[in-house]
């Protein structure tokens, strides 16, 4: 799976299993501004309907804080149960990075190195007196893939074992050699959750619960790999085709070991997030490690850190992953330089949460727009009136704007209401002119507007099409 969300394999003891269970509390936090609460459950509201997700349930840290969680649509379905932000949500691969944290805390600890071979930990790997650690936490190893499809086979169904993942997908021949490209495999984090048990001497669940979990509050995580949520948690759901919502088959144990098996609410991935906003955790120079994108042997970016991919949100730093299970997609965004992050768990494998975190981010931003921006803006919100300034129109424009197509323009995107983002996605010289692109992007549409400017400002054109 693209994210595939399973985590450590090892479970809490009992006791803290349990606290973990009876210390949840109501985990919903409104202190964010109105204006901007409105327009996210305007994104979570459409994009849920635009997918037909049952349920999505949300977290944003602003101003390095956690301002608001709020639980939308159906958590269970047939009887229909209200979403809430108390209920867990399997997280998927966002699981990884707590995978890599804890080999950075080994590392912190003088136990390993990040350069050091596999084969110094795990013994049998293909060519694992040359891969390393590093390269294992950043998908440039050339172990394969044991699970790259978007759905459970039957095998998977029934229990597995580390080591047994390890002998079939980790003993064959590499995909390609060590550190020459990027290519997403959940046996790489297989292996290093087996790193963190020899090293350690615990196991992987309970050593980050020990670590992570417990220092930073995160009361409701839960073992996802061991067994199915509880039913005061979201329910998991697939659709085959545009079929009908049904109950997700569950995974077997093991097959998520290190890889993906977390489950937990998003307040407590939020508090995750301002941990890695913080720096409150690790030592800086493993926040430098985890967040630094690795380079390819021929010098290219794989836009991967270890753990979490290393992107760029309208030019402000992002680190994201994505995380995803039978039944469950979720969304992680942090714009550490921003102080902000937003977290979308959802409970159907459609997607959504991607899109809702990306929108929401946006949102939070409020990045300011350019002169070419505001220009075009201004024309569209007027033409969603039914008017135009016609001192900005070159003539050829001028005489396409007559009666007719302003009206069809006003009766066409005025239902649309205030576009989500309104973002210039491109610009080149075409016939004299200034061309420009720009994205105009609402819950459950796109849209593409095309400008060409006269070196006099005057314009010739500009049109409205769907993106999709």
Known sequence: MDCF??????????????????????????????????????????????????????????????????????????????ANPDMRYAIGSISKQFTAAAILLLQEQGKLKLDDPVGKYILGLTRGDEV?????????????????????????????TAQSIIDTWAKKPLDFEPGTQWQYSNTNYVIAGLIIEKVSGEKVFEFIGKHIFRPLGMKSVYNYDEAGLTSTDAAPYIRAALGPLRPAPKEGAGW?????????????????????????????????????????????????????????????????HSGEVTGFVAESIVLPDDGISVIALTNHMAGGAGQIGQLVANAVLDTKLNPAEEQALTIYRNLQKGEIDRTLLAPNLNDYFDAQTVKDFQTSLGPLGEPLVFQQA???????????????????????????????????????????
């Not at 936490?137 to 169904?157: A, C």
């Not at 977390?262 to 913080?278: F, K, Q, R, V, Y």
């Not at 390819?296 to 994201?320: A, M, P, T």
């Not at 061309?435 to 400017?453: A, K, Q």
């Open 5 to 82: 969300t399973r985590l450590f394999r090892a479970s809490l003891p009992l006791a803290l299993a349990a606290a973990s269970t009876l210390s949840l509390s109501a985990q919903t936090v409104d202190t964010i501004d109105p204006a901007l609460k409105t327009k996210i459950d305007r994104i979570a509201h459409g994009v849920m309907e635009l997918h037909g997700v049952p349920s999505a349930s949300i977290a944003v840290v602003q101003h390095n804080k956690l301002v608001y969680t709020h639980g939308y649509g159906l958590a269970h379905i047939h009887p229909d149960v209200l």
């Open 132 to 160: 390393t650690i590093r390269q294992i936490l950043s998908h440039t190893s050339g172990y394969q893939d044991y699970w790259p499809e978007d759905y459970l086979m039957t095998p998977m169904m029934k229990p597995a």
């Open 256 to 320: 998520m070991f290190a890889a993906g098996e977390i489950a937990m609410t998003p307040h407590d991935l939020a508090l995750w997030n301002e941990s890695l906003i913080a720096q409150s955790l690790l030592k800086p120079e493993s926040y430098k490690e985890m967040f630094t994108s690795v380079k390819l042997k021929d010098g290219k970016d794989s836009h991967y850190g270890l753990g979490v991919f290393i992107r760029d949100l309208n030019s402000h730093r992002e680190i994201e």
């Open 426 to 468: 491109g610009e080149s010289l075409r016939g004299g002119m200034t061309e420009r692109s720009f994205r105009i992007t609402y819950p459950t549409r796109r849209l593409i507007l095309s400008t060409y400017t006269y070196p006099d400002g005057k314009l010739e054109q500009y049109l409205v099409s769907p993106a999709d």
